[in-house]
């Protein structure tokens, strides 16, 4: 016996990205049929198999067991045990998005979001939900960093700010290929959007937004030029430059990072703006 395990140590199972165990796809199959509420009546077991019919495997409906729940657990089994790993976190994702068609007990609320967390966590999936979006982040600070912006982002009327780092959350966890490079762009972007409502000129960048800031609150010279270093980009009429999205190759950490950290951002520029009168809803 290993002295580690003498000690009552057990390795420690690496996160799931890219591939899927059979303790995480059973897990994540006894969370689909809590989630799709199994034990509810066979018309609404039936009416969820059509809509997941119709709007997921985009089969003909007439197709669907009718009658007990029975044949149609085994009906969406016999489809899921052939699903590559990336069908399975896609049919979670989209009936998580569309549990309150599909279900008699759950809607797409936090607690429902929470429960599929749980569970990802406990099997070392390299994936959790953030705004309802399937992404490769499981670090809790990363996300509530995301979530903060968006959160932030909708209270200030900032409806651009919350659509890019949605879909910068989506390109990110795009499956089975991810869209790196896109989803860095995306996140740019909403540091871009939120810099022109603060500056009010659509020119104006993130330099104009920062000089403005600094006119009416307190922004250190030095943090100042540092988010200029980091976040420095240009527009033109080709779009978003930065030296991240001119490199040849757009990795995973590349994109996490800018997607983290413009987040990270957002959360900086909206409260100090508000904070100044320089952010009013449209």
Known sequence: MKFSERLGITSVIPLQIGSMNEALRVSTWNLLLTIINIEGSDGAWQYSLKHRAEHFFKLPTDGVPKCIS?????????????????????????????????????????????????????????????????????????????????????????????????TSVQLLG???????????????????????????????????????LGSVSELHPALKDGFLKLYGYSSDEDGIRHAILEEAKVGFDEAKFMLVSCSAFVNFLIPKAESAGLLKKA
């Open 70 to 166: 029975l044949r149609g657990k085994e009906w969406l089994r016999n489809r899921y045990q052939a699903f590559q790993w990336y069908e399975v976190y896609n049919l979670l994702g989209f009936i998580t998005q569309n549990a309150k068609f599909i279900s008699d007990t759950y809607d797409t609320s936090s607690k429902i979001l929470k429960l599929a967390n749980d569970v990802l966590a406990r099997e070392r999936s390299g994936y959790r939900f953030i705004n309802g979006q399937l992404a490769p982040i499981t670090n809790e600070i990363e996300m509530k960093s995301i979530e903060d912006a968006v959160a932030a982002a909708k209270r200030a009327g900032l409806g651009g700010v919350v659509e890019h780092l949605q």
């Open 174 to 212: 795009k499956r089975p290929e991810p869209d790196y490079r896109n989803s860095t762009k995306e996140a740019i972007s909403a540091v871009e959007s939120a810099a022109k409502r603060i500056s009010g000129v659509e020119s104006g960048g993130l330099d104009a937004a920062l000089k403005k």
